[in-house]
């Protein structure tokens, strides 16, 4: 039974839990670095719908983002809507949710709160707002009335560490980020939630170096999350035009959205477009492709040119070499060398629904050419292996089972084949020569 949110007003909430604490002698865990000391909250009993879920909580931020992008909902929903019943309810829909999800050995909040209730004050201000704790609360209040309408007493309450009446919003940031620092919480945020609370740290006019000791992390880590961030939401917002859309990047998007900045560095600004296309392209076609992600970054980074080289010549694109720039204008481009490659034909291709399907067929496969060929460097039999790989496929098709609406891009193909084995066999025909000549000259 999904638990009904029913906020009760700031005034009310604020004049129980002062009362509440001017008869406590109990206090909660010590909150360190706070007011360049250390404090000990008192903890306070109230009643179950008293506290308020805090909007700001970066654990569900990726969550908020995507209510708002999928339900059209105002950018501010979740920001102004912290006093307002509808909003807790849809944000306690959300912690309900992340309260009851568990993998392998980590065993859902939920199921640990049923078994042995609650054993940790949660922390909230002094208005009943939830600094830290908002899951377990979400969690107990799921469990305080089950299917059959009978109510848990152990649920009926909830204890409350309360922070200082005078506790700023940037304290609060600073607690959260304090908590996240401890490696037992640190697996509870989704890597977006890292990423923005590092960011809401850099905000506050502190230096990488400054955010990365306060969360006990390297500069280098905090640098590498806020890029990893930066390049998801350029992918959200010019490649699949779904800015703040974080569930599609916030599972498996870590990894390649941190590797960008590194592979496409020092590039010529064309050649950064097209490696983010190559990348973006690779990443939301993940599921296509044999092994991780992270297998094909060099095509993205040192073999980028080779892989558009190659794809070039698969599409039938005009030449891409040495013609004025025209690139398709992403928010992140800058002004272009006329003398620089023109990759848009290609990038086009890999954006438009029409050809979309087709072309990031033919990059993954440039992808997987290119780098075994990079490898041929160390293997004189890689050439070989690829026209074996080849031929066999090329064995394999069966023209008579080819639907008749695909045989002329199907002549189209046949034709680019017959070029490139064209240029194959000339190069290996000079090989020949070189060697014949290089033979003669020794005799």
């Not at 809507?81 to 807790?88: A, D, M, P, R, Y």
């Not at 993205?300 to 892989?307: D, I, R, S, T």
Request: hydrophobic share 35%; net charge negative; proline share 3%.
């Amino acid at each position: 039974m999904t638990y009904d949110i029913k906020i009760l007003p700031r005034s009310e909430r604020e004049t129980l839990i002062a009362k509440r604490m001017s008869t406590s002698d109990e206090f909660g865990e010590t909150i360190y670095d706070f007011r360049s000391g250390s404090h000990s909250p008192k903890v306070v009993s109230v009643p179950i719908d008293l506290p308020v879920y805090r909007m700001e909580n970066c654990r569900t931020f990726s969550a908020q983002q995507s209510e708002i992008a999928t339900d059209g909902l105002e950018k501010d929903f979740f920001a102004k809507g912290q006093e307002l019943s509808t909003v807790q309810q849809v944000q306690h829909n959300i912690l309900a949710k992340l309260a009851k999800q568990g993998s392998g050995s980590v065993t859902p909040i939920i199921s640990i709160l049923e078994k042995d209730g609650q054993r940790e004050s949660i922390l909230i201000s002094s208005t009943g707002v939830v600094v830290n704790g908002n899951r377990r609360l979400a969690a107990m209040r799921e469990l305080v009335r089950s299917s059959n309408g009978a109510v848990d007493d152990r649920f009926t309450h909830v204890k409350c560490a309360v922070l200082p009446a005078d506790t700023t919003r940037d304290e609060i940031d600073d607690i959260e980020a304090d908590l996240q620092a401890r490696p037992q919480t640190k697996l509870d945020y989704d890597w977006i939630g890292d990423a923005r609370l590092v960011r809401r740290q850099v905000g506050k006019d502190r230096t990488p170096k400054e955010v990365a000791d306060r969360l006990r992390r390297s500069k280098a880590d905090i640098e590498n999350v806020l890029q990893a961030l930066d390049e998801a939401d350029l992918y959200l917002s010019e490649w699949v035009e779904k800015p703040g859309q974080y569930d599609l990047v916030a599972g498996e998007g870590q990894q390649i959205f941190g590797d960008i900045p590194k592979n496409t560095a020092n590039k010529e600004p064309g050649l950064v477009n097209a490696s983010r296309a190559i990348a973006w392209s690779l990443f939301e076609s993940r599921n296509r492709i044999t092994g991780r992600v992270y297998n094909l970054n060099a095509a993205f980074g040192k073999l980028a040119p080779q892989v558009l080289d190659i794809m070039s010549d698969q599409l039938e694109l005009d030449d891409i070499s040495d013609q004025e720039t025209d690139d398709i204008e992403f928010a992140f481009e800058i002004d272009e060398d006329n003398a620089e490659k023109n990759y848009s034909p290609i990038i086009e291709a890999l954006r438009n629904e029409e050809t979309k399907d087709d072309a990031v067929t033919v990059l993954i496969e440039a992808c997987e050419t290119a780098i075994e060929l990079d490898k041929g460097q160390r293997n004189e039999k890689a050439a070989l292996k690829a026209l074996s790989q080849a031929n066999a496929k090329l064995t394999g098709i069966d023209v008579g089972s080819a639907g008749l609406s695909t045989l002329p891009a199907m002549l189209k193909q046949v034709q680019s084949i017959r070029n490139i084995l064209s240029k194959i066999e000339e190069n290996v025909q000079k090989r020949q020569t070189e060697k014949s000549n290089n033979s003669s000259t020794k005799e």
